[in-house]
């Protein structure tokens, strides 16, 4: 049924484009200035744009602009990245908000088509059944065309509820099926401002002209001011049969995506070779704790070395190694597109607004956020280490390995390795770093003659707790684990 209502939907929205060449769209922020809002209009009609997007509450004097220029509307809810409890939340304000937005697109005739969210779920059965319930909704104001945003080629469980959907393309080489009813081209780096890429997504889908491709008016703005000749090029394909398009030499372009982690690794093993050549303990010790581990034990509760520098210069190295995995863990599990997934969901990710850094800032962070309480955790809980230079020399020694394991982890990620490497050094990373507090908790009651098991469950058996506590939290956390399902589903 959903399939033949979209058949019938496009044969009458296309029969009113008087092109039987390609169609284009933009998904538009609407201005709030009315003159702005014509001057656009017109910008998009000399470049042969007939579809426009929006998904945003729109006055009715600027929607009377809009529809007096006769552009093929679509109107999106602003529902992003959603999951079965998405749609059973009790959020009176935000469903009051939606059925209003709902209401005002319902009334507007110039509207064809209205999206109800962006990237959902879709793949979930849970999600249609709780979407169900959405649609008697809506269908109880608007009995239009439904469609939604996804960015994956295969059937969704819920495509029978809509007329068709829009599919996000981030590459030139893609596929489709025929729910497919519009394309939203949104490519990403290296190649988000290259016309070679465009064109041959142009080139690929020449099969499918009848198919509008929507872009991003921000992006298309700027695109043309990096490119004067694009606008020719796109009037030409909305224009005529055979267009011609022209390629500048675009040779020497280069993408340089991964330069902060890159030099997070070169900060790092600076730290390194610089404390390596200032302090002496450092040196003995990069070999004694591991070769000759109780005597170097000994020497520490004894109070023979009685240095911070080696132990904090390991925190600063680790942290760093701790923000690097994290970053190549985040971007091999996750596409550009499931990492916004998370970023909407978890802004916490982006609290440092650095874009993809974050992660690796996030990742600093939280590693030496970890070893602090560490510290301070073992330095309360065992009796052998009365002062806080004693478990800066035991604690962080163990995490030295952690170092090496980031820098063959970011040599895996920057060759594109399969990521089942990337993880398992992730994974071995993860537990060395959790090792270290047990090898500490052990080390530090080498001197504890009494009372033992005391101060062991103190440190290492609370540390068991809390580890066990974060994971059954997660494991019964369904909306967490359905995000993260999300965003590891969208494609790369």
């Known amino acids: ?90 959020n009176s304000a935000k469903k009051n908000a939606l059925k209003q937005l709902i209401g005002e697109y319902a009334t507007q005739r110039s509207i ?117 000749g694009f606008g020719n090029t796109l009037r030409l394909y909305a224009t005529t049969q055979n267009p011609v398009f022209a390629l500048p030499n675009q040779q020497g372009e280069q993408f340089y995506g991964h330069n902060s982690v890159i030099a997070a690794l070169i900060i790092a093993w600076f730290i390194f070779a610089l404390t390596y050549y200032i302090s002496p303990v450092y040196r003995k010790a990069l070999v004694r704790y591991f070769t000759g581990h109780t005597f170097y034990i000994d020497d520490v509760l004894k109070r023979h070395v009685r240095t911070f520098l080696p132990g904090i210069s390991l925190f600063i190295q680790h942290a760093l190694a701790g923000g690097i995995v994290m970053y190549c863990f985040f971007y091999t599990g996750f596409s550009s597109l499931g990492a916004e997934t998370l970023f909407y969901h978890f802004p916490f990710l982006s609290f440092f607004n650095a874009g993809a850094n974050s992660i690796l800032i996030l990742g600093f962070t939280v590693t030496l956020a970890i070893e602090i309480i560490c510290i301070i955790w073992l330095w309360l809980a065992l009796p052998s280490i009365n002062y806080l230079y004693q478990v800066f020399n035991l604690y962080p020694w163990s995490l030295q390995i952690n170092v090496p394991l980031a820098t063959i982890t970011l040599v895996l990620f920057l060759t594109g390795m399969h990521w089942f490497f990337i993880f398992s050094t992730a994974a071995i990373f993860l537990l060395i770093f959790i090792a270290s507090f047990f090898i500490t908790s052990m080390d530090g009651i080498r001197y504890a003659n009494a009372a033992k098991f005391k101060y062991l469950a103190a440190s290492a058996g609370l540390y068991t707790v809390v580890i066990l506590g974060v994971i059954i939290w997660i494991s019964l956390s369904d909306k967490l684990i359905n995000i993260i399902d999300l965003a590891a589903s969208l494609p790369m």
Do not use: C
């Open 1 to 90: 049924m959903g399939r033949i209502l979209a058949t019938l939907f496009f044969l009458l929205v296309f029969s009113s484009n008087g092109l039987a060449q390609r169609s284009f769209g933009v998904v538009w922020e609407v201005p709030s200035e009315p003159e702005v809002i014509r001057q656009q209009l017109r910008e998009f009609k000399e470049l042969g744009i007939t579809y426009i997007e929006v998904n945003e509450p729109i006055t009715p004097t600027n929607w009377q602009i809009i529809s007096g220029y006769e552009f093929n509307i679509f109107a999106r809810l602003p529902i992003y990245f959603p999951v079965a409890q998405s749609f059973t939340e009790n």
């Open 112 to 228: 064809k088509a209205i999206g109800l969210f962006s990237y959902g779920h879709t793949s979930n059965p849970a999600f249609r059944d709780t979407l169900s319930t959405v649609i008697e909704e809506v269908r109880s104001v608007y009995s239009g065309p439904l469609y939604y945003h996804s960015a994956k080629p295969e059937p969704d469980v819920v495509q029978d509820y809509f007329s068709f959907k829009i599919q996000r393309i981030s590459n030139a080489t893609f596929s489709h099926n025929s729910t497919t009813g519009g394309f939203f081209y949104q490519p990403d780096e290296p190649n988000r401002w290259k016309l070679k890429q465009l064109k041959t997504f142009l080139n690929n889908t020449a099969t499918q002209a009848d198919i509008p491709i929507f872009f991003e008016a921000s992006w298309l703005k700027s695109m043309l001011q990096q490119h004067p």
